[in-house]
């Protein structure tokens, strides 16, 4: 009876193997595929601890799930970003039908360019704490390569490694 069961525990185990293989061979082909100077900075231990995780589950439903997050935060931020344009262009359609002088049209068109601008920074604002908010989520989810950082090309590089996760949970290899 002992021989059966470490017979299941010994296929368990290259099972095991053979998908961490499986992964690491997907992963080293799609780093293979972005820029040089990004390949530069995915290690090869980047990898098979990347790989590792994988293999051990739940990371790609993570990671899909703050892809949804983010998707309705932008696309929040954009309908947000449109009714303020909105509310701006009915601003001036009225001052123009109130026939106000072009010097008056030109100091609102001047306002409102300022208030987009800063308008446009606040969403930017509120997108890179949503940067942040997954950075430390992915790092408590124990996902090699995650980190909170600033620096754009590690985020750039983070952004490859969820690319990666999604195309291997997506069976895009």
Known sequence: MASTK????TDQGEDYQDKLYTLLSKLQKLAREIPPQYQ???????LSSLAASLAQGA??????????????????????RVQFINK??????TMVNENKSSA???????RVREELRQH??????????????????????????????NNPTEIQVQMYLLQFILKIGNNEV
């Open 120 to 149: 446009d920074m606040k969403l930017v604002t509120q997108l890179d704490q949503k940067v942040s908010d997954q950075q430390v989520t992915l790092e408590r989810a124990g996902l090699p390569g995650f980190y909170v950082t």
């Open 6 to 9: 470490e017979t299941r525990l």
């Open 59 to 80: 990371i790609v439903e993570i990671v899909k799930m703050l892809t949804e997050v983010q998707q309705v935060t932008e696309k929040h931020l954009f309908q947000q």
């Open 40 to 46: 530069q900075r995915i290690s090869y231990d980047l």
């Open 88 to 93: 701006h262009k009915l601003e001036k359609q």
């Open 104 to 110: 008056e049209l030109m100091a609102v068109d001047k």
